[in-house]
């Protein structure tokens, strides 16, 4: 079967760094997604790794592992508006597109 | 170009009332989704389709719920006899095609029933 885990919680300082962790397993890899939500509002797209490294987009970069089945969300320079929940998914080992999702990590980042 | 969009973005039904949510997906998107988001939780997945064929409804909770795609854009999402443990946000998505595309998705909407 496929499953995710990710922490439910992480709180952080305006201006710091976070890292936001996500470990999944799964009988066959077609990549790894974050997505981001603010409450109330859609997923919004933040990466694809399908390939072990870091890719760094601006202030966000993501990590995978696919040997350790392990990915990372890193977030510097925190602003206050990045206060939201952080969603790690893979797609489905099968033939459906189904996105497999974990259950978030809410992220509060303080003054 | 304009994203996905979905309406009503808020429904309150009485228990027992039937209801349908649409979805319009970002023109060109071969494939659909209708995931259910728990408060404070990740979407589950419902349905999914390519152009107008329904592959896969394994993750719709009961008959009560039933989605089509007729005409390969426009999506409906029908819950019928509704319950409270329907309460939820109901995301629509759509991507390109590929297994690994980025799917993109819709405000939702925030179905309540009392």
């Known amino acids: 079967g496929q499953n995710i885990d990710q922490p439910t919680e992480m709180t952080a300082t305006e201006g710091a760094i976070v890292q936001i962790n996500c470990t999944y397993q799964?009988?066959?890899?077609?990549?790894l997604f974050w997505y981001q939500q603010h409450a109330g509002e859609a997923p919004t797209f933040l990466s694809y790794n399908v390939l072990d490294g870091l890719e760094e987009k601006g202030r966000f970069s993501s990590f995978l592992s696919r040997s350790k089945g392990y990915s990372y969300l890193l977030l510097k320079e925190l602003q206050m508006k990045d206060s939201a929940s952080y969603l790690c998914?893979?797609?489905?080992?099968?033939?459906?597109?189904?996105?497999?999702w974990g259950l978030g990590t809410s992220l509060a980042v303080n003054p | 170009g304009a994203g996905v969009s979905q309406s009503p973005r808020y429904k309150v039904a009485k228990r027992g009332q039937d209801v349908a949510l649409r979805c319009d997906p970002i023109s060109g998107h071969v494939s659909l989704f209708w995931y259910q988001q728990a408060l404070g939780q990740g979407p589950e997945f419902l349905t999914y389709?390519?152009?107008?064929?329904?592959?896969?409804k394994s993750g719709l909770p009961s008959d009560r719920f039933f989605a089509e795609r007729p005409e390969g854009s426009v999506s409906t999402l029908k819950i019928q006899r509704t319950q409270q443990e329907d309460s939820a946000v109901y995301l629509c998505?759509?991507?390109?095609?590929?297994?690994?595309?980025?799917?993109?998705f819709g405000p939702g909407t925030r179905l309540t029933v009392l």
């Open positions: 998914a893979i797609p489905n080992a099968g033939n459906n597109r189904k996105l497999i």
């Open positions: 998505a759509s991507s390109l095609d590929s297994k690994t595309d980025t799917q993109y």
């Open positions: 389709f390519q152009n107008e064929a329904q592959l896969d």
């Open positions: 799964t009988s066959g890899f077609n990549g």
